[in-house]
């Protein structure tokens, strides 16, 4: 059974930063990607950065330059250092593994209706 458990969500003001991390058990697909979604009251779901098996990452516009994706193997934890955070980085953010038996895009994956495994959310709050 797949498992996605994040931590280090929290308030904080504007400019300061942040470190999720998203720990993973029972995944165990070949090629797999890994990235993190949010989502803000009254706001579709939409992809913030992701990986792929590669090492290829893939960020959205509005964050790239203050947020940076990684992961650590060898303690199977996905992490997402957010700096220089801004009021309009408030939002639940969920970590998420691709889902399907085949080859992960990373393009496709950042696409938040494509089918994932998705953790339980963590609370990301930027205070102006």
């Known amino acids: 059974q797949v498992q996605l458990v994040e931590s280090g969500g929290g308030s904080v003001q504007a400019g300061g930063s942040l470190r999720l991390s998203c720990t993973v058990s029972?995944?165990?697909?070949?090629?797999?990607?890994l990235g993190w979604f949010r989502q803000a009251p009254g706001k579709e779901r939409e992809g913030v950065a992701g990986m792929n098996s590669f090492g290829d990452t893939q960020y959205a516009e509005s964050v790239k330059g203050r947020f940076s994706i990684s992961k650590d193997n060898a303690k199977n934890t996905l992490y997402l250092q957010m700096n220089n955070l801004k009021a309009e980085d408030t939002a639940m953010y969920f970590c998420a593994a691709h889902r399907d038996v085949g080859y992960c895009y990373l393009s496709l994956f950042m696409d938040p209706g494509q089918d994932k495994y998705w953790g339980q959310g963590a609370q990301v709050t930027v205070s102006s």
């Open positions: 029972g995944y165990t697909a070949r090629n797999p990607c």
